[in-house]
């Protein structure tokens, strides 16, 4: 199966799994069965979740999306919170969009909250992106050959706040936190960058072979540039 024409499910706390269609007058209720309407192959085109505010007990998966743009879509002025974890697999491109001011909360004490893998480019131009975690597990992971660029990430209690590795990239323009072991951490030739840091941690940096992290490698947040990198001073 593959995608004909540009897609949005519509997904809402007050929806339902199971006599909603993922219109917007009949929104489903998980982010979960949403994903699992739009076909893995988007064919040239893009695919649209529109989540509206509020808070959805679940896990999100999403995985094996590629040949267009898969979009988180976020209300303006809202705020989203997901008391589990979401996992970004194998995804060519994957794009957490809000026309105004949103903050996304991610509550996951049982595993690392927010991972991804193996995917080219992800972004999210969200006002802030809030994971509260436990110091037994990671906070943000990027790991293979992936790339992610994020206005601004606040990561609470993990065992790294921010963890880059093999070969991946990651940026963003505000980082800040409490109650990390360890703010930032990457290697096997990777790398982070930051506009502003403010995160706090018993170590503030762990750098691996090859590796940077520093305030002088910027990534664009453009939407007609989302997959360059260029260097500031």
């Not at 936190?177 to 960058?193: F, M, V």
């Not at 930051?194 to 664009?220: L, R, W």
């Amino acid at each position: 199966a593959f995608l004909t024409a540009n897609k949005t499910v519509y997904v809402s706390p007050s929806g339902s799994d199971t006599t909603g269609d993922g219109t917007s007058g009949k929104p489903y209720a998980t982010i979960t069965k949403a994903l699992s309407v739009i076909p893995k192959n988007l064919n040239g085109h893009d695919a649209y979740v529109s989540i509206a505010n509020g808070t959805y007990d679940e896990n999100v998966l999403a995985v094996g999306f590629h040949g267009g743009m898969l979009q988180f879509t976020f209300a303006s002025g809202g705020a989203v919170a997901i008391n589990g974890n979401i996992r970004i697999y194998e995804c060519a491109y994957v794009y957490f969009y809000s026309s105004g001011s949103h903050t996304l909360t991610i509550n996951e004490t049982t595993t690392t909250p927010f991972f991804v893998s193996y995917s080219s480019l992800f972004r999210s131009i969200l006002t802030n992106v809030i994971i509260n975690g436990n110091t037994t597990y990671n906070g943000f992971q990027l790991d293979v050959n992936s790339s992610a660029t994020i206005s601004a990430i606040e990561v609470n209690n993990a065992l790294f706040g921010v963890i880059c590795f093999r070969t991946s990239k990651f940026f963003a323009n505000t980082i800040s936190g409490i109650g990390n072991d360890t703010g930032l951490s990457c290697g096997n030739n990777s790398s982070i960058g930051y506009g502003t840091k403010t995160i706090s941690a018993t170590t503030e940096f762990s750098v691996g072979a090859s590796s940077t992290i520093n305030n002088t490698i910027k990534q664009s947040l453009t939407s007609s540039n989302l997959g360059t990198v260029t260097t500031h001073t």
